[in-house]
């Protein structure tokens, strides 16, 4: 496994900031800042489902003050980018009639309201196994039964 480049505090003073690592460029960007650690990390799991849905590595650093002071800058342990991102799901077969379609639709919408209830509450880094089970309960629960536990979720991570 990797290990996660040296992540320089970023400028200012200190605030909630997630620290993204590009790869390409070996350099750090500014990906979220806020007074308050929900909306980054927040902001970090919607932005970590997007970088991997195009298939891409994520390194995320989380600053922040180290009290509630306001105190100095500290690096908090920010979830780290695992080496395997959970499998995409198979395409469906060539021919495949309307319903099936449909059906299949229907699954993923439910993929993502569960994957968004999670990173509501502030699990975002998912290791193939939790996206499995996350898969598994798409297919099994009804679009009812997943938006109330989506709703579950929020409300644990304080976003309900």
Known sequence: MQKRPPC??????????????????NSWTVGAESPDRAPVLYAVGDMTQTVRARG????????????????????????????TAP???DPPAPGAGA?????????????????AG????????????????????A???DEPTVRRVAHWLSVAGGQG
């Open 8 to 25: 320089p505090p970023p400028p200012g003073a200190p605030r909630w900031v997630a620290m993204f690592h590009r790869a390409d460029q």
């Open 56 to 83: 891409e590595e994520v390194t995320v650093a989380l600053w922040g003050p180290e009290d509630d002071a306001g105190g100095a800058w500290h690096l908090y342990d920010a979830p780290a980018a695992r080496e």
């Open 87 to 89: 499998a995409p799901a």
């Open 99 to 115: 319903p099936a379609k449909l059906a299949e639709r229907m699954t993923g919408r439910r993929h993502q309201v569960l994957l």
């Open 118 to 137: 999670l990173s509501k509450a502030g699990l975002y880094d998912l290791s193939a196994e939790d996206g499995e089970a996350v898969r598994t309960m």
């Open 139 to 141: 297919e099994l629960l």
